[in-house]
Nanobody, 127 residues
Framework: QVQLVETGGGLMQPGGSLRLSCAASGFALDRYAIAWFRQAPGKGREKISCSSGNNGSAYYADSVKGRFTISRDVAKNTVYLQMNSLKPEDTAVYYC????????????????????WGQGTQVTVSP
């Protein structure tokens, strides 16, 4: 059974840092693209970063470029999102997602289909 579980959210002051984790089970994520999304209150879901399973490339939305870093630890079957210089507008529920495992595009970013989702972790940035 494929599962993605996000952890690491919390309350942080502006300018602070948090590291989110997306732990995968039921499959080995080394060959698969994993993406991070977020959804702020009253807003649509925003794609913010993606880690390619094909070549290890990382992609970022302009809103987080230079502040967030995506990485993966194959041994721990986990993808991380290091978030630095946090701003109040980063407040949102953060989700990780991946494509169908049998998709021929499952290793590439952007995801062709967001088939598997985690339950999300809340990040609140406030003084």
């Amino acid at each position: 059974q494929v599962q993605l579980v996000e952890t690491g959210g919390g309350l942080m002051q502006p300018g602070g840092s948090l590291r989110l984790s997306c732990a995968a089970s039921g499959f080995a994520l080394d060959r698969y693209a994993i993406a991070w999304f977020r959804q702020a209150p009253g807003k649509g879901r925003e794609k913010i970063s993606c880690s390619s399973g094909n070549n290890g490339s990382a992609y970022y939305a302009d809103s987080v470029k230079g502040r967030f870093t995506i990485s993966r630890d194959v041994a721990k079957n986990t993808v991380y999102l290091q978030m630095n210089s946090l701003k109040p507008e980063d407040t949102a529920v953060y989700y990780c997602a991946t494509d169908r495992l049998d998709s021929p595009w499952s290793g590439q970013c952007p995801l062709r289909e967001t088939y598997y989702w985690g339950q999300g972790t809340q990040v609140t940035v406030s003084p």
